[in-house]
Nanobody, 127 residues
Framework: VQLQASGGGLVQPGGSLRLSCAASGSNLDYYAFAWFRQTPGKERERVSCISSSMRTNDADSVKGRFTISRDNTKNMVYLQMDSLKPEDTAVYYC??????????????????????WGQGTLVTVSS
């Protein structure tokens, strides 16, 4: 799986941005997708995620402001970010994850997660 994130940029507080993640590979419908973000000196944190069945979950810090969506027909994942705050400034990363039982010829009875990452896209919220 390859992921290509785009859509970052400079926006004023209160503004909006939409990030896009173009995915390529096999069986993408089975993957969950997520957006993470990271600032210097801090751990990468999960912002929003969407399962293969379209269930979503958002971090408390972005609830009501960010919306994750996916279009399986286009192999795209989006993050609509509204009411942006300076503390949303970060590099945003797209992630694809799938739980599998077989990998590289080995069986994992409890399953293992395959994780794929795209390159980051910088979002700067500043006046």
């Amino acid at each position: 799986v390859q992921l290509q994130a785009s859509g970052g940029g400079l926006v004023q507080p209160g503004g909006s941005l939409r990030l896009s993640c173009a995915a390529s590979g096999s069986n993408l419908d089975y993957y969950a997708f997520a957006w993470f973000r990271q600032t210097p000196g801090k751990e990468r944190e999960r912002v929003s995620c969407i399962s293969s069945s379209m269930r979503t979950n958002d971090a408390d810090s972005v609830k009501g402001r960010f919306t994750i969506s996916r279009d399986n027909t286009k192999n795209m994942v989006y993050l609509q970010m509204d009411s942006l705050k300076p503390e949303d400034t970060a590099v945003y990363y797209c992630n694809a994850r799938r739980l599998i039982s077989y990998h590289n010829g080995k069986y994992y009875p409890h399953g293992i997660y395959l994780d794929y990452w795209g390159q980051g896209t910088l979002v700067t919220v500043s006046s």
